[in-house]
């Protein structure tokens, strides 16, 4: 089975802090991603990465940045949190063209 | 396609009834489609595929239904039970890379 972890499950920080959110995959896919998920919005792609220190942006990257240092972990960043980023983080990964897998979900809120 | 709001379709059905949940896309070029299943708290969970070239896919009490004319999805369950209350949402693969995902159908089965 495939297995996407993810750091926290629940995570309340403050305006202004820095945020990290890691994924950690096992099942040594090429590809990963993240989300957010807001109420009747869908899920929204923040970054993506196709492979070990390549990143590309997706459909909402402002505010975030991405680090992919090994090919089972990636992290997302909000350099300096603000209120309308509180949301579910979702990541998922992908072995080439196949289904993404997703993990559990980080919910995060910030004061 | 996505529906955007605050609020997502809910779709109630009696223990032991069949559940359709649909979902409308807009891409024609579209390679194929993935129904996932999201509990509360949880990460989304594959269900169930389709290739574009397909228009009928059965699985273990799910089947999925494309008609690729008017661009429309649906899943349908059979002798749905409590354990399938949960949003559910489509996603239209392009590229065999590129997810879009709708909002969700929220499903609730009364026992």
């Known amino acids: 089975d495939v297995k996407v972890t993810q750091s926290s499950r629940y995570l309340v920080k403050r305006t202004g802090e820095k945020v990290f959110l890691e994924c950690v995959q096992d099942?040594?896919?090429?590809?990963m991603f993240w989300y957010r998920q807001d109420p009747g919005l869908g899920l929204r792609l923040i970054y993506f990465s196709y492979d070990v220190k390549m990143k590309e942006k997706g459909d909402i990257p402002e505010g975030y940045s991405v680090s992919r240092e090994k090919k089972e972990r990636f992290s997302l960043i909000l350099e300096s949190a603000s209120t309308n980023q509180t949301s579910m983080y979702l990541c998922?990964?992908?072995?080439?063209?196949?289904?993404?897998?997703f993990g559990p979900g980080t919910r995060l809120t910030v004061l | 396609g996505e529906s955007v709001g605050l609020h997502l379709p809910t779709l109630s059905v009696q223990e032991g009834d069949n559940s359709i949940i649909n979902c409308a896309y807009s891409n024609s070029a579209s390679d194929y489609f993935i129904w996932y299943k999201q509990e509360s708290g949880k990460g989304p969970q594959f269900i169930i595929d389709?290739?574009?070239?397909?228009d009928k896919r059965q699985g273990q009490r799910v089947t999925v239904l494309l008609n690729k004319t008017v661009k429309h999805l649906s899943l349908q369950i059979a002798a749905t039970q409590p354990g399938d209350s949960a949003v559910y949402f489509c996603?239209?693969?392009?590229?065999?890379?590129?997810?879009?995902f709708g909002s969700g159908t929220k499903l609730n089965v009364k026992p």
């Open positions: 998922a990964s992908q072995r080439g063209t196949d289904t993404q897998y």
């Open positions: 389709i290739r574009s070239n397909m």
């Open positions: 996603a239209d693969i392009y590229n065999f890379n590129k997810f879009y």
């Open positions: 099942m040594d896919h090429e590809n």
